[in-house]
């Protein structure tokens, strides 16, 4: 049969053809995402689930309202199309990227971690993205942040790597927030940051290991002085229970190079009536009285209840390749091989966060947040010499002396507390 010639067909048909094939597609598109269910990452589980199923009636709505609302108040977890781990990935140079903050800009952050007001000259350190490899994480919003805290109680619980997340969550909302609608009160222990407009705070508690201790206000410099009651956290946990989301973290200080005098009951007996434990030992003693709380005070239908890992130390520059290296001093980029680990990060703690949180009764309503591994790859990230020890910042002698001086412990704000702030976030 010969092709037929000449026909001409309407351009009405055309548009009416082209219009059924987009619908098609759309609705192809759309059940394909509705049928992926949401959920909320537990105890070492750490994939992130789509926020909510979509329908044509979501779409119609986005669209609708792309020109009218704030891009900052979308929530964008939809992105994440798939499960995915934010543990594994790879940290990406975005020389455009600039962060929410500076030390200048946000007056909340103690010098200990204002790296380039205390004399700091790169800056690279402040551009590298945390890219998972199966999912994009959204970016913070600090508008979005505060609409989900709007008449809620954030609050961190822990040491002073767990105030530096605390800092960075304050100073990453907090150019959003008029000058007078806002305030802030600092104590030793317990500070809080409100948001008037918000009806909202974040708050951080000081409880370097959750439990009870003598060197908790005025600290122990002696650390073979130090006594941590394992089986008691009532007299500090009476300021947590009527928060929204609570944060946790507790490592470092557990960490001594000491075995620790963990003691039962009162501290009237001293040294006495306290008995030296291994630090994993003690560690888990610890873990099993905060959880003892939680699964018998926290409603987890009220309170989202958050355990971070443990963050990293780079005191040994070996452990990268540099065998001459001066612990984390002047590194400058992160460290570039997969599943890189250190020294810094003891595996056999990490292990004692497992076991207690999966003997939980509230185990599935427990986040655990894995900031461990992607945080290994920042030696660049520390507040090296850029510090203050005692209160005073480092002299120009002491900064000459990096092996001795340099803190690889702490982070630079702004810096790698973002990221995990990013995280959590994601999460709420």
């Given at each position: ?36 269910s ?61 962060p ?9 952050i ?84 409100r ?14 290991y ?58 009237a ?10 630090g ?59 599943n ?9 703690m ?30 660049d ?18 900064r ?15 810096g ?13």
């Open positions: 049969m010969a092709p037929c010639r000449g026909i001409r067909v309407p351009l009405s048909v055309v548009f009416l053809c082209g219009f059924l094939l987009l619908l098609l597609f759309h609705t192809q598109r759309i059940s394909l995402l509705s049928s992926s949401s959920s909320s990452s537990s105890f070492f589980d750490l994939r992130i689930f789509p926020s909510s199923s979509f329908s044509f009636g979501t779409v119609e709505k986005l669209a609708k309202e792309e020109t009218s609302v704030d891009p900052e108040l979308v929530d964008d977890r939809f992105e994440f199309d798939e499960e995915c781990d934010v543990t594994v990935g790879k940290w990406v140079y975005n020389r455009s990227v600039e929410l903050y500076t030390d200048e800009s946000c007056p909340y103690d010098r200990q971690f204002t790296c380039l007001k205390n004399g700091r000259p790169d800056t690279d350190y402040l551009r590298w993205e945390w890219w998972p490899d199966g999912c994009t994480l959204p970016r913070f919003g600090p508008k979005l942040a505060l609409n989900k805290l709007r008449g809620k109680r954030l609050l961190f619980v822990g040491d002073s790597l767990q105030r530096s997340q605390w800092e960075s969550f304050v100073c990453l909302v907090n150019s959003v927030i008029p000058g007078g609608k806002k305030s802030i009160k600092r104590h030793k222990i317990y500070s809080v940051f948001a008037e407009e918000y009806n909202a705070s974040i708050e951080f508690y000081w409880a370097p959750i439990v009870e201790s003598n060197t908790d206000e005025p600290v122990i410099v002696d650390l073979q002085k130090r006594i941590v009651k394992v089986d008691s956290l009532e007299e500090r946990s009476k300021y947590w229970e009527e928060a929204d989301i609570l944060v946790f973290n507790t490592y470092v200080w557990w960490m001594t190079g000491f075995k620790i005098k963990a003691l039962w009951g009162s501290f007996n001293g040294e006495e009536g306290a008995e030296a434990l291994d994993p030992m003690a560690y888990r003693l610890g873990l099993k009285t905060w959880a003892n709380w939680v699964d018998s005070t926290v409603d987890p239908t009220k309170t989202r209840v958050f355990f971070t890992s443990m963050s990293p130390t780079h005191s040994r520059s070996a452990d990268w390749g540099k065998q001459n290296g001066t612990k984390c001093y002047n590194e400058t980029e992160p460290v570039r091989e997969r890189y680990w250190g020294s810094g990060s003891n595996k056999a990490m292990e004692v966060v497992s076991s207690v949180g999966k003997r939980m009764k509230s185990h599935s309503h427990v986040t655990f947040l894995n900031i461990t591994q992607l945080s290994e790859y920042r030696i990230g520390h507040t090296s010499v850029y510090t203050e020890t005692g209160g005073i910042i480092l002299t120009a002698k002491e000459a002396n990096p092996m001795r001086y340099a803190d690889c412990i702490h982070w630079c704000l702004p790698l507390p973002d990221t995990w702030n990013q995280i959590l976030l994601a999460h709420l």
